[in-house]
C-alpha cells in the first residue's frame, strides 16, 4: 500500500505561481509513475503532468511550458510548479502512483483556486 498526501494548493491572482507537493509513503519501493490530475467543477478529471521512474515527463498540451513536475526520490515527493497560472487552472489536484505490478493509489487532492 502507498499513502499519496498533496500540499501546496490555495488561492491565487492570474499570472502567479504555485508548487504542489505528493509526498509519498508506505510501500514506495515499488512505486513506478506518479501523475498529477486535476477535476475542475463540472468537469471530468483529467491527466495533467506525468512522471516516469525513469524521469520521462509529459504534460497536458494547455499547461505546456507553464507547469513542470519533478521527482525528489530522496524525499520520496513529486511536484508541481505551476506558473502563469489561468482561472481556467482551477481545480482539485489529485496525485496519482502507479505501482510496478499495475495498482493505482490516489491521494485526496489539493484545491487549487485561480482569481481573475
Known amino acids: 500500500q502507498v499513502q499519496l498526501v498533496e500540499s501546496g494548493g490555495g488561492l491565487v491572482p492570474a499570472g502567479g505561481s504555485l508548487r504542489l507537493s505528493c509526498a509519498a509513503s508506505?510501500?514506495?519501493?515499488?512505486?513506478?509513475?506518479v501523475a498529477w490530475y486535476r477535476q475542475a467543477p463540472g468537469k471530468q478529471r483529467e491527466m495533467v503532468s506525468g512522471?516516469?521512474?525513469?524521469?520521462?515527463?509529459n504534460y497536458l498540451d494547455s499547461v505546456k511550458g507553464r507547469f513542470t513536475i519533478s521527482r525528489d526520490n530522496t524525499k520520496n515527493a513529486v511536484y508541481l510548479r505551476m506558473n502563469s497560472l489561468k482561472p481556467e487552472d482551477t481545480a482539485v489536484y489529485y496525485c496519482?502512483?502507479?505501482?510496478?505490478?499495475?495498482?493505482?493509489?490516489w491521494g485526496k487532492g489539493t484545491l487549487v483556486t485561480v482569481s481573475s
Open positions: 496519482r502512483a502507479t505501482m510496478d505490478y499495475g495498482m493505482d493509489y
Open positions: 512522471i516516469t521512474s525513469g524521469g520521462y515527463t
Open positions: 508506505g510501500d514506495i519501493v515499488s512505486l513506478n509513475s
